[in-house]
């Protein structure tokens, strides 16, 4: 199934008024009069919202209350008390989807997706860099943004790595656990990945026409399985599952956390704030000051990492100094 922010106004207006009304039970007439809809109407929303996975108990006489939430991340819940000022206003949930990357990708297109958020609780074909393989069940974070930057074309290697922070402040905010970021764009946790980010950008007479950023965050996944399924494969290196660490924290509020942290840091790219952002990201790498050897589509590179430049590529210092804008990094050592 499909669902975006525009569709289901009956589903979202009766939800949302036995969300407000949760202390109490409502009867078929009571919504019907309020919500001036067909008891009928009342009926079949009722149904749907039920099979959303929304808990409604019933009572002869008395009517409905909702009882619990659902546990899908559908377009109503994250809009909803999201606090950005564009980003993921216009959202798209996918049951299962073959990547939320390929869709987004068609539907960058069209100026009116800027911002817009793609999900899916599954993907069958979820994508890494290079054409890779991305394991993407139940359980995790699965989404893309479509987003028009105003930005240099010659920032398009700084935006992931300014989205992996975005990514990992949110990650503390929601957990209070400090994630560490493995250059090029991976968030790490002891060591392990637990958020990968791929970005897809398309060009205009070298000018950035849309960007969207795919993110893959391990929420709450069967760790043991997906290792078993990746091991052999390029850049893995062990899996990491955030929601071992504060079960309390929901895939929502991270979400909509992630949401506002990126638009923060989109806006400063925008204004060509880039060294605030590296500083940053600086702080949380775990690549920074170890020897590391680096395998790039032209061999391999074995140095220092020093430091990242202006545009996020990595200078490694052996004898000379080398720039790296892309590739695999494995840590040596400090
Ligand atoms: C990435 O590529 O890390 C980018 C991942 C982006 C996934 C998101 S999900 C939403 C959106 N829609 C998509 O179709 N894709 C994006 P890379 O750095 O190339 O790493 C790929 C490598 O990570 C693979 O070769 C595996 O070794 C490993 N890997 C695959 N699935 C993983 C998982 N769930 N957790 C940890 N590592 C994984």
């Known amino acids: ?3 975006s922010s525009k569709d289901n106004q009956g589903v979202i207006k009766v939800l949302s008024f036995l969300k407000t009304h949760n202390t109490e039970y409502l009867s078929g007439q009571d919504l019907s009069d309020v919500l001036k809809i067909s008891r009928v109407a009342v009926w079949k929303h009722i149904k749907k919202i039920k099979e959303l996975g929304y808990k409604i108990e019933s009572k002869q006489k008395l009517g409905y209350r909702l009882v619990s939430n659902t546990n899908l991340l559908l377009p109503w819940e994250i809009t909803q008390g999201l606090k950005t000022k564009k980003i993921g206003h216009q959202t798209y949930y996918f ?36 054409g890779r393989k991305w394991i993407s069940p139940k359980g995790g974070i699965w989404l893309s943004i479509i987003l028009r930057p105003e930005f240099d074309v010659s920032m398009v290697t700084l935006f992931p790595i300014a989205s992996a922070l975005a990514l990992s402040n949110a990650i503390e905010k929601c957990f209070k656990i400090k994630p560490e970021l493995k250059w090029p764009n991976d968030i790490t946790i002891q060591g392990k990945k637990v958020a990968g980010i791929l970005v897809d950008a398309s060009l205009e007479s070298n000018k950035i026409e849309n960007i969207v950023l795919g993110i893959g965050i391990n929420f709450d996944v069967n760790v043991n399985q997906i290792e078993k399924d990746l091991k052999n494969t390029p850049n893995f290196y062990g899996v990491a599952s955030l929601q071992k660490i504060k079960k309390d924290t929901t895939p929502l509020h991270l979400i909509q956390k992630f949401l506002e942290e990126l638009e923060n840091i989109f806006e400063l790219l925008n204004k060509d704030q880039n060294k605030k952002i590296i500083k940053e990201w600086t702080k949380r790498s775990s690549t920074i000051g170890k020897n590391v050897e680096l395998i790039t589509r032209d061999g391999k590179i074995s140095g220092k990492a020093i430091k990242i430049d202006d545009d996020g590529a990595l200078i490694i ?18």
């Not at 990547?99 to 979820?126: F, Y």
């Not at 210092?317 to 400090?334: E, F, P, Y």
Request: hydrophobic share 35%; no cysteine; aromatic share 2%.
């Open 1 to 3: 199934m499909v669902y």
């Open 95 to 130: 049951d299962s989807v073959n990547s939320t990357q390929e869709q987004a990708m068609k539907m960058a297109q069209d100026p009116k997706n800027n911002g817009a958020l793609v999900i899916a609780q599954s993907q069958t074909e979820g994508k890494g860099r290079a």
């Open 317 to 334: 210092s052996n004898k000379k100094n080398t720039r790296v804008l892309a590739g695999d990094i494995i840590h040596l050592s400090k």
